[in-house]
C-alpha cells in the first residue's frame, strides 16, 4: 500500500477525540491518559511485523527488522503539555508510523527501521524535559535531583515512572537503544512564525540553539518617592530597564536568528512608596553560532557595567544554566532539503529555538536531522496550535522521502 498522508492527519484527529478535551490535549506523560495514547498506537500498529518493547526509561520502540543490523530510527512524542496542542510530538509519531507502515508493506528493508515514542519530552508534570531521550543518549547526569522532584499534588516523580515499570536507578540501559543507530529522522511542527511569515510549508532544521541563562543582580538604594529628588536616587529598576531594552540591539545586530529575552525582573522593595533598591532581572540568550552566542552574553555584560555607572548601581552576573547549540548532519541535512523539495518545490534552512528529543540524540553522536512544518501564528502549549492539513500531508511526504533516501543512502555507503 502507498504512504497515506491523509492517514495521518485522521488518525491525528482521532488522537485529539481521545486524549482532549475542551481546554486541548491532555497526555501528560506517567499519567493514565498518556498511556492511553500509548495503548491506542500499539493496537494501531499491531498488524505489522514489528518488534515492540518498552525500554528502561520508558520509552516504546516499534522495531522493523531489516536485512542488516544497522539500525534507521525515526522519532516522536506523544506526551503533550496539559491543555495542548493537537500537534506537538504526537504529529511525528504519526507519521513515523505512517512510513513505518510503508516501508513494511514494501517487504524487508535493506536496514533496520524504528519508531521511538520518547518519554516525557515536556516534563511538563515534574519540569525536567526530554527525559527519555536524555536517558538514552547517556546525558542524564540528575538523577539524585530527580528523585526529590515531586508533582503538584506531592507525588514524587520515582513513584510515578515506577507506575509505567521505570527504575530511576536502571534508566541509563536504555542507552543500548541506540546501538547500531546511523541516523535519528524527526519531524515536528515549527511552534514559531518563521516558516509562515515566508509563505513556506516546510524546512530543514540546521541544529538547536545554545542557550544563556542569566541572574542579573542590580543594586541600589531604597528612597522615599516623595522626598528623594530624580537627580540623588540610585534607582536599581533603571539598570534592569536599560538592559531589557538594550538586549534588543544586541540581538539584532548579532542576527542569524539571535533572541534575547529578559523573561523577568523582581523589585525589592517593591512598594509604590519606594525607589528601587533591589532588581533582579533573569537573561535568557540564544544562537545557533556558539562564538555568537558568547559574544551575545559578552555584549550585554558590558553594556551592565556601562548602565550601572550612568545609574550609579553595583550589577552582579550569575549563570543560571546553558547548553552548547547542538548542530545537525550535513549529510542528513541535505537529504531532508531534497526531500522537501521534491514534495513542495520549495526549501528553507533554519534553527531551532525550542530543544528537541533530536537534540539529545544528536549530542550522542547519532547523525541527526528534524524538518519542521509550519505551524499558523507561531502558536503552540495550547489548544489554539494548529497546521494546514494540506501542510500536515506534505510533512509527511516529506518525512516518507527523507527516510528513503537515508535508507538508500546507508545502504550506498555500505
Ligand atoms: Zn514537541
Redesign the pocket.
Known amino acids: 500500500m502507498p504512504l497515506d498522508p491523509a492517514r495521518v492527519v485522521a488518525r491525528l484527529e482521532e488522537l485529539r477525540a481521545l486524549t482532549g478535551d475542551e481546554n486541548g490535549a491532555q497526555r501528560v506523560a506517567w499519567t493514565e491518559t498518556w498511556a492511553t495514547a500509548r495503548a491506542w498506537l500499539a493496537e494501531s500498529l499491531a498488524d505489522l511485523p514489528l518488534e515492540v518493547e518498552r525500554d528502561a526509561a520508558g520509552n516504546d520502540w516499534y522495531t522493523l527488522r531489516g536485512d542488516d543490523g544497522r539500525t534507521v530510527l525515526i522519532g516522536?512524542?506523544l506526551d503533550s503539555v496539559p491543555n495542548g496542542g493537537w500537534l506537538?510530538?504526537c504529529l511525528?509519531v504519526l507519521a513515523g508510523a505512517e512510513v513505518l507502515r510503508r516501508i513494511a508493506e514494501d517487504g524487508t528493508p535493506p536496514v533496520t527501521v524504528r519508531l521511538v515514542d520518547w518519554a516525557d519530552?515536556?516534563g511538563a508534570r515534574f519540569g525536567r524535559s526530554l527525559f527519555g531521550s536524555s536517558a538514552a543518549a547517556g546525558s542524564m547526569r540528575d538523577q539524585e535531583e530527580l528523585r526529590r522532584l515531586v508533582d503538584r499534588d506531592g507525588v514524587p516523580l520515582p513513584d510515578a515512572v515506577g507506575a509505567f515499570g521505570v527504575d530511576l536507578d536502571r534508566i541509563g540501559e536504555a542507552h543500548a537503544q541506540l546501538e547500531g543507530a546511523v541516523a535519528y529522522l524527526e519531524l515536528?511542527?515549527e511552534?514559531g512564525p518563521v516558516l509562515e511569515s515566508l509563505g513556506l510549508p516546510l524546512g530543514t532544521v540546521l541544529g538547536t540553539f545554545g542557550v544563556e541563562r542569566s541572574r542579573i543582580t542590580w543594586t541600589g538604594q531604597a528612597a522615599h518617592a516623595g522626598s528623594t529628588p530624580m537627580a540623588e536616587r540610585r534607582d536599581a529598576l533603571a539598570g534592569a530597564a536599560k538592559l531589557a531594552l538594550a538586549i534588543r540591539e544586541i540581538a539584532e545586530s548579532t542576527g542569524d536568528g539571535a533572541v534575547c529575552t529578559s523573561g523577568d525582573v523582581t523589585c525589592r522593595p517593591g512598594i509604590v512608596t519606594s525607589v528601587v533598591e533591589t532588581a533582579e532581572q533573569l537573561l535568557d540568550q540564544r544562537h545557533l553560532d556558539a562564538a555568537k552566542l558568547a559574544s551575545m552574553h559578552a555584549r550585554a555584560e558590558e553594556l551592565s557595567r556601562r548602565f550601572a555607572g550612568e545609574e550609579r548601581l553595583d550589577v552582579a552576573w550569575e549563570r543560571i544554566w546553558s547548553i552548547e547549540p547542538i548542530l545537525f548532519d550535513d549529510a542528513l541535512i541535505g537529504l531532508a532539503d531534497e526531500a522537501i523539495w521534491e514534495v513542495s518545490g520549495t526549501t528553507h534552512r533554519l534553527p531551532s529555538g525550542?530543544l528537541?528529543?533530536a537534540a539529545e540524540v544528536s549530542r550522542a553522536g547519532v547523525p541527526t536531522v528534524m524538518v519542521f512544518v509550519q505551524s499558523l501564528r507561531g502558536l503552540s502549549h495550547t489548544k489554539l496550535e494548529d497546521t494546514k492539513s494540506e501542510h500536515l500531508e506534505l510533512s509527511v511526504a516529506a518525512l516518507d522521502r527523507l527516510a528513503s533516501k537515508t535508507l538508500a543512502r546507508v545502504v550506498g555507503a555500505g
Open positions: 516522536g512524542h506537538d510530538g511525528n519530552e515536556e515536528h511542527i511552534q525550542p528537541h528529543d
